[in-house]
């Protein structure tokens, strides 16, 4: 009897143990925002790491694999130096777990990075994709327009993890532009390259999966554009940030393989508040991206 108590304590003691091990955390360089990935079909919900109807969750809500919040990323600019407007910025970010580079990362959308630049106010936006280098190291230009701060939001999947994405602040010098207020639009219709963009939504509130939905039409005479051409292997895709940079949607259309008039997006606004939605479309050869921002009710 004693000694089968005694097996029983080892065991608890070693089940313990183990539980402890797999809940350490390890810190990041860059900052964790509130991210997620939307990944929809016309079929319904997209399966992502085998789980139908699973969303990519940047707050770590990865199961099972690499988690995001054990994955580091170094940043480095101008080769050490300070940034500055106006001129070309190599950024090199580094992605390592535990201590060691992260060596492999699924393509996405054409990419193994996607990369989005924003400044402070949302004035500027830039989506771009670095080249990896190997050894766990991704490297791309990119020249700031003015000084200011801008966040930098890596957006990757690493071998073994789900979507994932890492932010930085960078302060750039230079010559600062004025400060452009992000207010919502009066009307979410805009005229970008010839153009007419609608953007429509079947409810607008937070906490409540919705559908964002665009129109594209011609500027001139108002006939429906369907020869939309493929965006990184999709009719478009869609970023939406809050005011203050801290809450990130990246969404990618219902129907992948549309060619417009229209281009459905689903998603959940995670709270209330003031956002800014890019819709990027590809027609011609040319990436067209139509800005929108909207308010959010509770």
Known sequence: MKRSLGLAALLGLAVLTACESETKAIKGDGEQMNMSHD????????KTDGAEGSTH???????????EKDVNVSWTYAEGQ?????????????FTHDGKAIESFETTHEQKEHLIIVSKDLSYFHHIHPEYQGGGVFEVNNRFPAGGDYKLIADFVPEGGGAMSKSAWLQVKGAPLPAVPVKPDG??????DGLR????????????ELMLTYTIEDAETGAPVTDLQPYLGAVGHVVILSEDAEQYLHVHPMDEKGSGPKAEFMTT???????????QFQRDGRVITVPFVVNVLP
Request: zero cysteines.
């Open 82 to 94: 300070a940034p500055e407007a106006g001129v070309d910025t190599k950024i090199t970010m580094a």
């Open 57 to 67: 969750n940047h707050g770590g809500g990865q199961t099972g694999g690499l988690q």
């Open 187 to 192: 009307e979410r219709v805009k005229t970008v």
């Open 269 to 279: 606004f995670p709270h209330a508040g003031i956002y800014k939605i890019w819709g």
């Open 197 to 208: 963009v609608t953007l429509d939504f079947d409810r607008l509130a937070a906490g409540q």
């Open 39 to 46: 990944h929809h079909s016309n079929h319904g919900p997209a």
